[in-house]
Each structure stands twice: as structure tokens, then as C-alpha cells.
């Protein structure tokens, strides 16, 4: 190329018109990097909710602020683990062919199978201060005795949970298969352990008994009583189950809600700063308060008495159970 054509050249790069177009290329090339640049930095993890619970965890995200943005909100099917990318909020992320599900030392690791334990709805005994406490004596004995207890027996979950109770053959160990859970369920009505017609109880037949002059106590979940709309509850209280061995171990059976990172193991470890924020206390007493259970960390706070009873058995127990719908 000779000095002529160099010449030429320069002269054309400089002209008004070449300098036009490459501001405009530069300018298109600056947008499309910023364009580039904000689509890298949108958000891409999703938050996948158990059916139900969308509502309490929209008012959770609104008032604890989680220090990541998602993409969005999605309703998990109840089936399979998603691949994407995301946080699965349930309370039972894992199959499980079995009638319960054992869980131990729970609340030391607060965590199991890579899940994290937010919060927990807690069965307890509830009954009101002034009467006595509930003995095992009471419970085995089919010919009843001194005081009622209470069964409301049009609500399975009541019916289950009394009879996961006396189901174990050891503690923590609870036999499979549906036969030989009806058949203690109908043990459970024999003799005159409950009032008569305790099949037929609804929770307010039970409620109008509980919160009446006759001695009584009801076991029932935590959520139950914060929920309860009635301005004498502050008479009641909650109380451990009474265990039937003297193993010295103590068992308490809960709804546990629990947080589960999904995607691929890449994907998770970017998820750190909210997993951590999962487990904050503060965030944690937004979640129970949320769904009128109690924290799951040991320095969550309790919402009111009943609540820091359950809270301070859940730090305590040997074990939780959950007993499959």
C-alpha cells in the first residue's frame, strides 16, 4: 500500500461522517453490553412453595426481606425435587412410603438431608393452670379416671397422633402398614379412656369441655391454641406428653417446615447468603409468627407461654416425629 492510499484512508476515518457512525457502532455496542450486563444480573432462582402455604410464605418474604431477589414464586407439585435453580419451601420436601418419619437429634443439627429446619408446629398437652398435670397412669388405664380427656374424633390427625402414642413397639419405632393402625385405632375407644361419643367430637365439643370447670386436658398442635379466638386461653397451658418408658428420652411429634436448596450443587452454593438468612433467628420468629408456630433456632422467640413451653421441649427432645397424612 503506498503513502497516496494511507493518506486516503486517514482522511476518511477522520471525516465527519466516519466519526458519526463510530460514535453510533460504539454507542450500540455499549448498550448492548449493558443490556448483556443487566440480563447476567437478573434474578434466576425461584422459590418453590408446598400447595397451601404460598400466601404465608408471600407475607414472610414481605416482611423479613431476604437479601437476594428470586426470579419468582412457584407452587410446587408435592412430587419431584425441581432441577432449577431455587429453595424448596415444604413441610414434607421427601417421599416417604412409611406412615411416619423419625427424626433424631434434629434439634441439635437443625438440619437433615441437606434441609434446613425453619419452624415447627408442636403437638402438646393443654390444659388450664389450675388443674394438675397429666400422668401415664391416667393415659394406660382404659377405665379412665379422675378428670377428661378430651378427643375430638371427627378429626383424624387427633385420632393418628393418639394413636401413634401407644402404636410404638419401642420408642421411636412405629410398625407400617394401615391394618395394624385401625386396628389401635379402634383399641383407643375401649373402655372409658375418653368421654363417650369421642368419635363424634368436633374441635369446639372439645374446646367447650377444655375451657369448662371439669378437670380436662387435649392433645392437640400448638397452631391450634395461637389461633384460638378466645380471650380466656390465657388460663391455659402446655405440657410435654407424658413418655411411657423410663428411658430417660424425650419425643415430641410436630408439622416441621423446612427449607431445601435445589439445583445443581453449583447453583446451590450461590444460595449461601439466603440459606443464612434462612436460619437467622430473626428470620426465623417471622416465619412461626407467619404460620402461628414456634422457631426452630434456639434463639427464635417464642410468641407467647405456650409457645416458649413448646419451644423450650422442641431444644430438649431426643427426638421428632411426623406422622404422614
Known amino acids: ?12 476515518i477522520i471525516s465527519g461522517k466516519n466519526i458519526k457512525i463510530a460514535c453510533l457502532a460504539a454507542g450500540i455496542i455499549l448498550i448492548i453490553a449493558a443490556i448483556i450486563y443487566n440480563y447476567s ?13 404460598e400466601e404465608k410464605w408471600a407475607k414472610v418474604l414481605q416482611e423479613a426481606q431476604a437479601p437476594e431477589a428470586f426470579k419468582e414464586t412457584r407452587t410446587w407439585d408435592g412430587v419431584t425435587i425441581p432441577a432449577e ?3 424448596l419451601i415444604a413441610t414434607k420436601p421427601w417421599k416417604n412410603d412409611s406412615k411416619v418419619s423419625v427424626f433424631h ?11 434446613t429446619v425453619l419452624a415447627l408446629d408442636p403437638w402438646m398437652i393443654f390444659r388450664k393452670h389450675t388443674d394438675p398435670s397429666l400422668t401415664v397412669d391416667r393415659i394406660l388405664s382404659e377405665k379412665g379416671g379422675n378428670g377428661v380427656l378430651l378427643l375430638p374424633g371427627r378429626d383424624k390427625s387427633v385420632v393418628w397422633a393418639w394413636t401413634g402414642r401407644f402404636i410404638q413397639d419401642k420408642p421411636g419405632n412405629f410398625p407400617s402398614g394401615n391394618a395394624i393402625w385401625r386396628e389401635w385405632e379402634e383399641k383407643l375407644f375401649i373402655g372409658s379412656r375418653f368421654p363417650n361419643g369421642s368419635l363424634s367430637y368436633t374441635w369446639a365439643d372439645a374446646m367447650f369441655r377444655l375451657m369448662g370447670k371439669e378437670t380436662a386436658w387435649i392433645y392437640a ?3 391450634y391454641f395461637r389461633r384460638y379466638n378466645n ?7 402446655a405440657s410435654a406428653f407424658p413418655e411411657f418408658t423410663n428411658s430417660g428420652e424425650y419425643s415430641m411429634q410436630a408439622e416441621i ?17 439466603t440459606i443464612n438468612w434462612l436460619k437467622n433467628p430473626n428470620t426465623q420468629t ?5 404460620f402461628d408456630w414456634i422457631p426452630a433456632d434456639p434463639y427464635g422467640k417464642p410468641y407467647d407461654p405456650m409457645s416458649f413451653t413448646s419451644h423450650r421441649l422442641w431444644l430438649t427432645a431426643d427426638w421428632v416425629y411426623t406422622i404422614e397424612e
Open 1 to 12: 500500500m503506498n503513502m497516496i492510499n494511507i493518506k486516503e484512508i486517514l482522511k476518511r
Open 286 to 290: 417471622i416465619i412461626a409468627n407467619t
Open 41 to 53: 444480573k437478573r434474578p434466576v432462582n425461584i422459590w418453590f412453595v408446598e400447595q397451601g402455604l
Open 105 to 115: 437429634r434434629l434439634a441439635w443439627d437443625l438440619e437433615y438431608q441437606g434441609a
Open 257 to 273: 417446615l423446612w427449607a431445601l436448596p435445589t439445583g445443581s450443587e453449583k447453583k446451590q452454593k450461590k444460595l449461601v447468603s
Open 85 to 87: 435453580g431455587g429453595i
Open 231 to 237: 380471650p380466656q386461653k390465657a388460663i391455659l397451658e
Open 221 to 223: 398442635p400448638l397452631s
